[in-house]
């Protein structure tokens, strides 16, 4: 809120009292400028957690769920798992591509993401199956 504000009142006084939209819309400056800080500072943080995903070499990404998420996140993004760029073929193949700007999904969307839960399941399996009982036992 200190950064909208912060924002709100550079842009009034240069002169800035008002944005209208590509839709027409017309947005009071608070109430643009708190949805822009809002909007950029998710922006940054799903670049930040990306970027350590691929450092870390996680291969699948889960985008947050949302019971309220509206109809574009519900059909696009809301819970889905995506792979990163350089994933193994056999994620490739059941998951689509992630791209940086599909989360956020559109102005003020609540949707960030993580590593797949998925992921971490198919390691379990794979240890399972390579150590069999010894893991169960060691746990």
């Not at 949805?35 to 930040?48: K, L, S």
């Amino acid at each position: 809120r200190q950064a909208a504000k912060q924002m709100e009142a550079m842009l009034k006084r240069d002169g800035i009292r008002s944005f209208t939209d590509s839709a027409g819309r017309k947005w009071n400056m608070g109430t643009y400028t708190e949805m822009v800080i809002v909007t950029t500072t998710r922006e940054a943080v799903t670049q930040g957690t990306f970027n350590g995903l691929q450092q870390t070499g996680h291969e699948l990404l889960q985008v947050s769920h949302h019971i309220n998420s509206c109809k574009l996140c519900l059909e696009t993004i809301d819970g889905k798992t995506f792979c990163v760029p350089g994933a193994s073929s056999v994620y490739t193949s059941q998951y689509p591509m992630f791209e940086i700007g599909m989360v956020p999904g559109h102005p003020r969307c609540k949707h960030c993401i993580g590593p797949a839960g998925i992921e971490f399941d198919d390691i379990e399996a794979r240890l399972l199956s390579k150590y069999g009982g010894e893991l169960a036992a060691a746990a």
